[in-house]
């Protein structure tokens, strides 16, 4: 099992910046593959961004050319810098870790998701 702790979440106004952390820890030598989801109220769930150990990233298209992410590998921590943020933004944004197996992606562990509120 995997420890995801997340940071960062908070009110903005819209067209502002906001970034958020996210930490894994479990097994010492292990680099996890990491990414964000992200919930509205009474919408599904949803990818935000996704980045591999070897720094690939993919994003959802409603956050393409606003949000990135990036990693520091030695902190098995990713960063979700959100810029040009929108009312539709609005979510708790969940953190996970995982590994890929066979080309999938098993997430080992999940936050506790942090809300990120943005007004108009």
């Known amino acids: 099992q995997v420890q995801v702790v997340e940071s960062g979440g908070g009110l903005v106004q819209s067209g502002e910046s906001l970034r958020l952390s996210c930490a894994a820890s479990g097994s010492s030598d292990r680099i996890y593959a990491m990414g964000w989801d992200r919930q509205a109220p009474g919408k599904q769930r949803e990818l935000v961004a996704h980045i591999k150990s070897d720094g690939s990233t993919n994003y959802g298209d409603s956050v393409k050319g606003r949000f990135t992410i990036s990693r520091d590998n030695a902190k098995n921590t990713v960063y979700l810098q959100m810029t040009a943020l929108k009312p539709e933004d609005t979510a708790v944004y969940y953190c996970?870790?995982?590994?890929?197996?066979?080309?999938?992606?098993?997430?080992?562990?999940w936050g506790q998701g942090t809300q990120v509120t943005v007004s108009s």
């Open positions: 996970n870790a995982g590994d890929y197996s066979g080309g999938y992606y098993y997430v080992q562990g």
